[in-house]
Each structure stands twice: as C-alpha cells, then as structure tokens.
C-alpha cells in the first residue's frame, strides 16, 4: 500500500512538472516574440539603414552600435546655403547622418 501511494505522487509529480515545463516554455516563446516584435518596429522607426548603423563596418549589428543610434537627436545645419537635418548622437554630440532635401 506504500509503494502505491508513492508511485501515484511521483506520478502526481511528473505530471507538474510537465505542465510547469510547458509554461516556461509558452513564456519563453512570448517573449522571444515581444523581443523580436519591439526590435522590429525600433529599427522601422530609426532613421538610419544597417550599414549607417554597423559603425566598424564588419558586416554585424552589434548591441553597443545599436545602442549608439538609438539615442539620437536632430538639429538643422546649413551646408552650402542649403538647410539640412543632422542625426546627431545624443552620447558625445557626434553626426550621425546628414540628410538634405535636395
């Protein structure tokens, strides 16, 4: 009578441990999607192409580059008597990218 009721628990057992391990993983699958989700929209909104962004031009997009033109500013300059709008980073004041009307 004791081995039964330990084989039911252990039965119990494996049985939320398997429902617990499918939760973890629902979760983990959620928030790779919010992960990639946010990534997305982010580089939609950023000004910027990949190659503007891969400062050491190694073909990858590393997180510290991606962070470098994700706090970014604008301020208009004028080159040559025309107005432009500079990308400027917000760290150190650096242009980013000068875009031109013309």
């Given amino acids: 009578m004791i ?5 039911r628990k252990t039965r119990i057992n494996a049985n939320k441990l398997l429902k ?5 993983i629902g979760l983990g699958i959620v928030s790779v999607l919010l992960l990639v989700t946010v990534i ?7 000004p910027f192409t990949y190659a503007d962004m ?7 997009l590393g997180i510290s580059e991606a962070m470098y033109f994700f706090d970014h500013g604008t301020r208009k300059v ?13 760290k150190d004041g650096l242009p980013l990218k000068v875009v031109c009307e013309n």
């Fill in 78 to 90: 004028t080159i040559e008597g025309e107005v432009c709008t500079e990308y400027y980073a917000l």
């Fill in 3 to 7: 081995r039964l009721f330990v084989a």
């Fill in 20 to 24: 617990l391990s499918g939760v973890v």
């Fill in 54 to 60: 891969d400062l050491n031009q190694d073909g990858w």
């Fill in 40 to 46: 997305t929209f982010w580089f939609a909104r950023v």
